[in-house]
């Protein structure tokens, strides 16, 4: 079992900048794939990016290419999206999401564990 908790949603400023964090307990993180996911008011959840378990490896949605950065630090087990130039359209809630694969899942569907999710909300 893998536990994740997500922190560091709030209330932004359309163009600011907001740091999510996710904290693993469970299972060894480090051997995880990790990613995040956001759902929008009445929208399907959504890929937001991919971590492969040392980092090597990063993917990332169109909409959110240049200006999100995934990282993790497997020493705190925690996870990290960095979200920069934000726009109304961003405003959702966050989920962290991981899985034991080996592949780096793009789909919801390809991860085992999920947190509770921060909202993001941006204004303009």
């Known amino acids: 079992q893998v536990q994740l908790v997500e922190s560091g949603g709030g209330l932004a400023q359309a163009g600011s900048s907001l740091t999510l964090s996710c904290a693993a307990s469970?299972?060894?993180?480090?051997?995880?794939?990790m990613g995040w996911f956001r759902r929008a008011p009445a929208k399907e959840r959504e890929f937001v990016a991919a971590?492969?378990?040392?980092?090597?490896?990063?993917y990332y949605a169109d909409s959110v290419e240049g200006r999100f950065t995934i990282s993790r630090d497997n020493a705190k087990n925690t996870v990290y999206l960095q979200l920069n130039s934000l726009t109304p359209e961003d405003t959702a809630v966050y989920s962290c999401?991981?899985?034991?694969?080996?592949?780096?899942?793009?789909?919801?569907?390809?991860?085992?564990?999920w947190g509770q999710g921060t909202q993001v909300t941006v204004s303009s």
């Open positions: 999401a991981a899985t034991g694969g080996v592949l780096i899942p793009l789909d919801q569907r390809g991860y085992d564990y």
């Open positions: 469970g299972r060894s993180f480090s051997r995880n794939v």
């Open positions: 971590i492969s378990w040392n980092g090597g490896r990063l």
